[in-house]
């Protein structure tokens, strides 16, 4: 478990996340999205290897049994939060690497639109 701990240093996960804000930060109404993050949760392959003594990783999400089909996932859009959106392995479309990406090109397609309606709305 100690190579995953390694593998994420506090500089690689600073050095990626100020990588993320500065892409977000070229899109229109984005300019200034470092000074509306409210509340900030990093998870790495060492946090899952902590908190659930998965060192190997999880390909199929924490579950892989028949209540984690595809259909009976949890959607991309959180119920009770309108303004969080998830993807992986544990929510729709499904694991596997093709089905992430998949998933994960939707759910940006989603914060677009979502980002777009509240500037539009404003």
Do not use: W
């Not at 930060?25 to 946090?47: F, H, M, N």
């Amino acid at each position: 478990i100690e190579i995953y701990k390694q593998q994420f240093s506090n500089d690689l996960v600073d050095d990626v996340r100020d990588a993320v804000l500065q892409r977000l930060s070229v899109l229109k109404g984005l300019e200034d999205v470092q000074y509306a993050i409210l509340d900030e949760v990093v998870d790495t392959p060492a946090t899952y290897a902590d908190y659930y003594n998965v060192g190997a990783g999880v390909p199929f999400g924490l579950s892989h049994g028949l209540g984690q089909l595809s259909l009976t996932r949890p959607a991309a859009e959180c119920k009770t939060r309108s303004n969080v959106l998830f993807v992986g392995a544990s929510s729709r479309p499904g694991n596997g690497v093709p089905l992430v990406l998949i998933g994960s090109k939707q759910v940006a397609k989603k914060a677009v639109e979502k980002l777009e309606s509240m500037i539009t709305a404003q």
